[in-house]
Structures are given as structure tokens and as C-alpha cells.
């Protein structure tokens, strides 16, 4: 896999969907135009920020978004951090609501009634409101925002962000 590091700790990784260099790509004989889809992993290094923090990672301009996750470096007792988005969607805690911080390793959204931590953007309500479905999201250009939780002070995570990039080209 190819990889990109950059000095604010954000890294892009691009994976092809059938495992090796060629791109998964579906071509329209009437335009000669091409849709390309291009998996891709960012990694963003946050730490403690207890108001509203705009990362250094922006979706391109048409992305599925399948999941995010947080891992977890130093862990902060009793903290959490809420992951979304600013700009067109503006959801501050649209991926994840109220994540942990207090242990170290990843952790994941959660759809458990009464523990629901995956953000709106990620789930939708399939039945009034007894049952959720994860829900891939499409976003446009968008930058990822985070926001720890008011006594945050020791916390050091990673932002894990799993989504395809769609291509058009001619």
C-alpha cells in the first residue's frame, strides 16, 4: 500500500478494491467516461482539545464514508471525544458521539440501545427508535472536526477514517 505521511500527523493510505495496482472501474460506452473507486484509509493524531477542532484532513469532493474509529495512545479516565465533520454537512459528532478515551487500543461506534455512540451520519433508525442500521455516508469536501469532552486534559488518539473516493474521468 502506498502511503502518504504528513508533518500535522494526518496519513492517507490508498488500497485498490481488487488487491493489487489497478484501479475497480466501470466505463459507460455512450460518454467514453469512467467511474473509479478508490478505497482509502486516513489516519489523523489528535490530542486533548476541549473545544471544537478542525483537523488537518479534508474529504475530496465525493467520498463514502464506511467507518471511523479512534485508537487510543494515552488514555484520559472518565473522557470522551465526539468525530465529525464542519463545512456543508456540519455535524460535530456525525461519526462518532461521545467515544471513550479511558482506555488505550481501538474503539469502536456503538449501536447498543442506551450506549449509542456511532454518530448520525454512520446510522440510521430502521424502526421507530428500537432498532439502528449501519449506514455508509456520502460526503463532499468536507473537513473532519473533534471535540474532547470538558475535563480532557492527557488524551492522545488517532482518528482511523475508512472511505472510498469516487473518480470520474473522461
Not at 488514555?75 to 461519526?95: C, I, K, Q, R, W
Not at 448520525?120 to 455516508?137: D, G, H, M, S, V
Amino acid at each position: 500500500m502506498a502511503g502518504t505521511n504528513f508533518p500535522s500527523g494526518l496519513a492517507t493510505r490508498k488500497q485498490y478494491s481488487n488487491g493489487d495496482t489497478t484501479n475497480s472501474t466501470a466505463t459507460t460506452s455512450a460518454s467514453g467516461a469512467s467511474t473509479k473507486f478508490i478505497r482509502r484509509q486516513a489516519v489523523i493524531r489528535c490530542d486533548a482539545q476541549t473545544s471544537e477542532q478542525t483537523t488537518d484532513f479534508t474529504f475530496p469532493a465525493s467520498a463514502i464514508v464506511h467507518d471511523v474509529f479512534i485508537n487510543v495512545i494515552t488514555a484520559d479516565a472518565t473522557e470522551t471525544v465526539d468525530v465529525g465533520t464542519a463545512g456543508t454537512s456540519n455535524d460535530p459528532n456525525g461519526f462518532l458521539a461521545g467515544a471513550s478515551l479511558a482506555n488505550t487500543g481501538l474503539v469502536f461506534g456503538s449501536l447498543a440501545d442506551g450506549a449509542v455512540t456511532r454518530g448520525a451520519l454512520l446510522f440510521e433508525i430502521t424502526e421507530a427508535t428500537t432498532a439502528a442500521a449501519r449506514n455508509p455516508y456520502i460526503i463532499g469536501a468536507d473537513p473532519v472536526t473533534y471535540t474532547c469532552s470538558a475535563g480532557s486534559d492527557t488524551a492522545v488518539f488517532d482518528i482511523i477514517i475508512d472511505y472510498t473516493e469516487v473518480v470520474t474521468e473522461a
